[in-house]
């Protein structure tokens, strides 16, 4: 049974840094695609950034505002994805979740049939 737990959320002042961290069982985190997405308050979920499986081509992919200040990786001993939050601002502010997928292909095609609980995040100005 594939499960996603999230943690490592909390508060933060503008120009900190947060890591998230999400522990996932059931599956192998090479033969899936993993990514991060986030929601804030009245907006709809967005993509901040995936990592394609490695039966794919293993690559990493950021949408736009997070490239530079965010880093994705995963651990593959312990099954743990990471996201690495720098220069965060009150726009960051939202529930961050981690997500999977049983796909080889690039993970901006994947359907994303996992999901954590989530991890709220909060910037202060």
């Known amino acids: 049974q594939v499960q996603l737990v999230e943690s490592g959320g909390g508060l933060v002042q503008a120009g900190g840094s947060l890591k998230l961290s999400c522990e996932a069982s059931?599956?192998?985190?090479?033969?899936?695609?993993i990514g991060w997405f986030r929601q804030a308050p009245g907006k709809e979920r967005e993509g901040v950034a995936c990592i394609t499986s490695t039966s794919g081509d293993g690559s990493t992919y950021y949408e736009g505002s997070m490239k530079g200040r965010f880093t994705i990786s995963k651990d593959n001993a312990n099954n743990r994805l990471y996201l690495q939050m720098n220069k965060l601002n009150p726009a960051d502010t939202a529930v961050y979740y981690c997500a999977a997928d049983n796909t080889w292909e690039h993970c901006r095609e994947a359907a994303w049939n996992y999901w954590g609980k989530g991890t709220l995040v909060t910037v202060s100005s």
């Open positions: 059931g599956f192998t985190l090479d033969d899936y695609a």
